[in-house]
């Protein structure tokens, strides 16, 4: 599975950014898909997760509520709806694909990244 990371840009502090993880292969449908990101000078860290079939979802809790992952498998893409932005959510959001898992050694699959740039 090969994943190509989209929709990043500079957002205001309270706007909205929606990134996009298209994916190449027949087993798209197969993975759980996750996004993660990663500040400046600090580890990548969990944003959120969906099952194979969109049926579950996890979100860490710094994003609960304000961000939403969702997936249509017909066209093969993983989206992360972020609204209310922070400054502290500047970061490169990457997407993965695996077990639906919170800890990114635990994906099998990694895009290049987007940056994702929040200004207050």
């Known amino acids: 599975v090969q994943l190509q990371a989209s929709g990043g840009g500079l957002a205001q502090a309270g706007g909205s950014l929606r990134l996009s993880c298209a994916a190449s292969?027949?087993?798209?449908?197969?993975?759980?898909m996750g996004w993660f990101r990663q500040a400046p000078g600090k580890e990548r860290e969990f944003v959120a997760a969906i099952s194979w079939s969109g049926g579950s979802t996890y979100y860490a809790d710094s994003v609960k509520g304000r961000f939403t992952i969702s997936r249509d498998n017909a066209k093969n893409t993983v989206y992360l709806q972020m609204n209310s932005l922070k400054p502290e959510d500047t970061a490169v959001y990457y997407c993965?694909?695996?077990?639906?898992?919170?800890?990114?050694?635990?994906?099998?699959?990694w895009g290049q990244g987007t940056l994702v740039t929040v200004s207050s």
């Open positions: 292969g027949r087993t798209f449908s197969s993975y759980a």
């Open positions: 993965a694909a695996g077990p639906l898992a919170r800890r990114a050694y635990e994906y099998d699959y």
